[in-house]
């Protein structure tokens, strides 16, 4: 059973820090790895998705990389704004199509 | 493109009562549409997957007769709370995908607020 595990689970940064939220999966047999942003008591906000093939994707500000063999994925937040503030979710697809969501770290840019 | 909304986006009810949310596909058709449940500070949990015109298959652990779930169209997908308790208090959040394929991408609701009294 594929468990997602998110390191740290809450992260204070001054504005301007470049930064790396990290994830894990215990089984690499994923079809992709999905980062999103949930803002409080709202839905999901898709960032940045990396199919199994890839080791990485960019969007702006954002990079991702995954790493299959060890079981990893980091997303990195470059020049991080205030309203960067929110909660990291990061999510794997597994083999039986369902996806399988980590915790979150909770992310606060101070200004 | 690719949006999906739920109604309502919060309610409260009394413990006994069944509440009814909708997720739609405004844009897109939806072949597949996933049904979560977020506690505080915990993960999304997949509850069940529907497929247009049948039957959702559930989770382990969560109830079919308590977890009504309906997709009789390619934009629309109801999640019904049958005699609701203060412990389905939760938040949860619809997705859908236009496609069946590994590959293919799950576009999230906003996410409803549920309170039983």
């Known amino acids: 059973k594929q468990e997602v595990t998110q390191i740290p689970a809450a992260l204070s940064v001054p504005e301007g820090e470049n930064l790396v939220l990290n994830c894990s999966f215990t089984?690499?047999?994923?079809?992709?790895l999905q980062w999103f942003r949930q803002d409080p008591g709202k839905g999901l906000t898709s960032l940045l998705l990396i199919q199994s093939s890839q080791r990485e994707q960019t969007s702006g500000r954002l990079n991702a990389s995954l790493d299959k063999s060890s079981g990893r994925s980091t997303l990195y937040i470059a020049a991080s704004q205030p309203g960067d503030s929110a909660t990291y979710l990061c999510?794997?697809?597994?083999?039986?199509?369902?996806?399988?969501f980590g915790k979150g770290t909770k992310l606060t840019v101070n200004p | 493109g690719a949006v999906v909304s739920q109604h309502p986006s919060w309610v409260i009810c009394k413990s006994g009562t069944s509440v009814k949310i909708e997720c739609r596909s405004l844009d897109f058709q939806a072949t597949t549409m996933f049904w979560y449940r977020q506690f505080p500070k915990q993960s999304l949990m997949l509850m069940a997957t529907s497929n247009e015109g049948s039957k959702a298959t559930y989770e382990q652990g969560v109830e079919k007769d308590k977890f009504l779930i309906n997709h009789a169209s390619l934009t629309l997908s109801t999640l019904t709370v049958t005699s609701a308790h203060p412990e389905d208090s939760s938040f949860y959040i619809c997705?859908?995908?236009?496609?069946?394929?590994?590959?293919?991408?799950?576009?999230f609701g906003p996410g409803t607020r549920l309170t039983v009294l």
């Open positions: 999510a794997s697809k597994t083999l039986s199509e369902k996806l399988v």
């Open positions: 997705s859908a995908s236009d496609g069946s394929g590994a590959t293919d991408t799950q576009y």
């Open positions: 089984d690499s047999a994923i079809y992709n």
